[in-house]
């Protein structure tokens, strides 16, 4: 065994310091994530009075009770609706996640119908492409609610347009690859989100409130003089008894999801299995994880410590503990399940990189899945570095991150700056699993490196035409550029552009790392297996 030793004193005014940082951005995070929750539950009597369910109680009923939900992404899209900081709603537009669907692990989506009808929000399509990825690469199944106004008009932009096409391909890859789309359509599946119901294996309709149809009754008389009712253009009724777009009709909306749960009863799929193995949790309190870390990414820290208090026992064999040994590598289990885990202790350096290397490698052939925790200021520079070879070592390390053959998971901790985001498998590089810790950054560089460097090359300019320098306006020019910066690499602005899949509290990183690696383990052990059924309609 290789117990990591405790060096964190809770008593201290830093460690106190770190968690009063932590707590502050946690509530933060909470309080948004509160604001969605209410924002669409303002339309719980409106709903109510017509017989529905708030999205929200669809996907509460629609899930087995009493287990796991790992939303994703909730602050998709925040600040990107208005740019008023108090009055942004985040979350795309839509409730996403992984739940369990009659012991069935799927991943969920609904249209947030309460807010705006549902119409997509900034960053929806990304959120909506972004679970669709995962639901592949994991091989769950598919459960979609939708309620949708659509594309909302006044904001049109002909590139959400064009990408919006994809959210459609990814249903026929879904059902493809094997993996059951099943669809409620509670209410409006209009225009082009008419294929977001078509392209589904199974369609539960509800009686008096889906409306399904390539063309509205105003769009329809405006193009063909045609005159109809929402009703017989494509109301629940008519496509379950005559264009057979529709598989089943329910009576309301719990009758919806209680025959979306029975087809998902009665599909041959492996059930997950509850792990009954023996594990030890970690030897030191899960809340000291508030401390551990610096919201300031500048001040160092040792990430075993962070280490200590999430995996089995605290128990982790370091791999070349002193061959660069800034970036730490070793083996570990959460909840029973081996990990591989590579993080940073500062800048990767060529041993550094040449370890993690070999680690990925090492991973690789033994099949473990690795978790990379992001807490670095980039590859090193400098003459030294440069003549070492640094640009070939790293590469050879964002080769081997590349070439990955296991799950690799990611999560912000810390600094996630230039090409060490890109060696540590960071978001670009498609992590099975990406999320951010509150306190993380990301970014090319630090925004103050930003402004002195295009300082450096403003002054040698105007030195080369022969141009006095003016101080007043190289600080303006200073000040603009690490606003910029600044203004961009929190985990406020960089999960509001879904570059992560979430922003977790520390506190739940061991069951947030449990739950995804069950998923990892039974994606692996899944063959990529045909459901022997006929997707084809008449």
């Known amino acids: 065994m290789a117990i990591i030793e405790n060096t964190i004193s809770t008593g201290s005014a830093a460690f106190q310091a770190n968690r009063d940082g932590m707590l502050g951005l946690i509530a933060r995070m909470r309080a948004l994530e509160e604001r969605t929750r209410t924002a669409s539950a303002a339309a719980k009597d409106r709903f109510h009075k017509r017989g529905q369910l708030l999205p929200r109680e669809r996907v509460a009923?629609?899930?087995?009770?009493?287990?796991?939900?790992?939303?994703?992404?909730?602050?998709?899209?925040?600040m990107f609706d208005v740019s008023d900081a108090d009055k942004s709603v985040p979350g795309g537009g839509l409730i996403a996640g992984i739940g369990i669907v009659s012991g069935i692990r799927c991943m969920v989506s609904a249209n947030d119908a309460g807010i705006d009808a549902g119409a997509l929000q900034p960053y929806?399509?990304?959120?909506?492409l972004r679970v669709q990825e995962l639901a592949l690469e994991n091989k769950l199944p598919y459960v979609q609610l939708v309620e949708s106004a659509g594309a909302n008009l006044l904001r049109y932009r002909v590139e959400d347009f064009v990408r919006g096409g994809n959210i459609f391909r990814n249903l026929a890859r879904l059902s493809a690859a094997g993996l059951p789309v099943v669809t409620v359509t509670h209410g409006s599946s209009t225009a082009g989100g008419a294929y977001q119901t078509g392209l589904s294996d199974y369609i539960v309709m509800v009686r008096g409130r889906t409306r399904a149809f390539l063309a509205g009754p105003p769009l329809l008389k405006a193009?063909?003089?045609?005159?109809?009712?929402?009703?017989?253009?494509?109301?629940?009724?008519?496509?379950?008894?005559?264009?057979?777009?529709?598989?089943?009709?329910?009576?309301?909306?719990?009758?919806?999801?209680?025959?979306?749960?029975?087809?998902?009863?009665?599909?041959?799929?492996?059930?997950?299995?509850r792990d009954e193995g023996v594990?030890?949790?970690?030897?030191y309190d899960v809340e000291e994880l508030l401390g551990v870390m610096p919201v300031d990414h500048k001040r160092p820290v040792d990430m075993r410590q962070a280490i200590a208090r999430f995996i089995d026992d605290s128990d982790f064999t370091e791999f070349g503990a002193n061959y660069g040994p800034a970036t730490i590598c070793g083996h570990a289990h959460i909840e029973g399940q081996a990990i591989g885990i590579i993080t940073n202790n500062g800048p990767l350096d060529v041993p550094g990189a040449n370890k993690a290397t070999h680690f990925i490698q090492a991973c690789c052939q033994s099949r473990t899945p690795i978790l990379y925790m992001n807490n670095t200021t980039g590859y090193m520079v400098g003459k030294a570095y440069e003549e070492a070879g640094m640009i070939k070592h790293g590469s050879k390390m964002i080769q081997a991150v590349t070439s990955a053959t296991v799950p690799q998971i990611t999560i912000y901790c810390g600094a996630s700056f230039g090409a060490g985001n890109y060696g540590m498998c960071g978001r670009g590089f498609h992590p099975r699993f990406c999320f951010s810790w509150p306190n993380a950054k990301t970014a090319v560089m630090g925004g103050e490196q930003a402004a002195e460097t295009m300082a450096i090359v403003t002054e040698a300019?105007?030195?080369?035409?022969?141009?006095?320098?003016?101080?007043?306006?190289?600080?303006?020019?200073?000040?603009?550029?690490?606003?910029?910066?600044?203004?961009?690499?929190?985990?406020?602005?960089?999960?509001?552009?879904?570059?992560?899949?979430?922003?977790?509290?520390?506190?739940?990183?061991?069951?947030?790392?449990?739950?995804?690696?069950s998923i990892c383990r039974e994606a692996e052990a899944r063959n990529p297996q045909r459901m022997q059924f006929s997707v084809a309609r008449p």
Do not use: N
């Not at 087995?64 to 925040?78: C, I, K, M, R, V």
């Not at 550029?481 to 929190?490: E, K, N, T």
């Open 223 to 273: 193009a063909t003089g045609e005159i109809a009712t929402e009703e017989e253009l494509g109301g629940a009724e008519m496509h379950t008894s005559i264009s057979g777009l529709g598989d089943y009709l329910a009576e309301d909306d719990r009758d919806a999801l209680r025959i979306a749960r029975e087809i998902m009863v009665k599909l041959p799929w492996d059930r997950p299995k």
């Open 279 to 283: 594990f030890k949790p970690p030897r």
């Open 61 to 78: 009923l629609v899930l087995d009770p009493g287990s796991p939900f790992l939303e994703l992404s909730t602050l998709a899209g925040y």
């Open 124 to 128: 929806g399509i990304d959120k909506t």
């Open 461 to 517: 300019a105007a030195i080369r035409r022969g141009k006095p320098i003016e101080k007043e306006k190289l600080e303006a020019m200073k000040a603009q550029i690490v606003g910029v910066f600044d203004g961009q690499m929190d985990v406020f602005s960089t999960s509001a552009r879904v570059l992560d899949d979430g922003v977790i509290d520390p506190r739940d990183t061991r069951s947030v790392l449990a739950e995804v690696l």
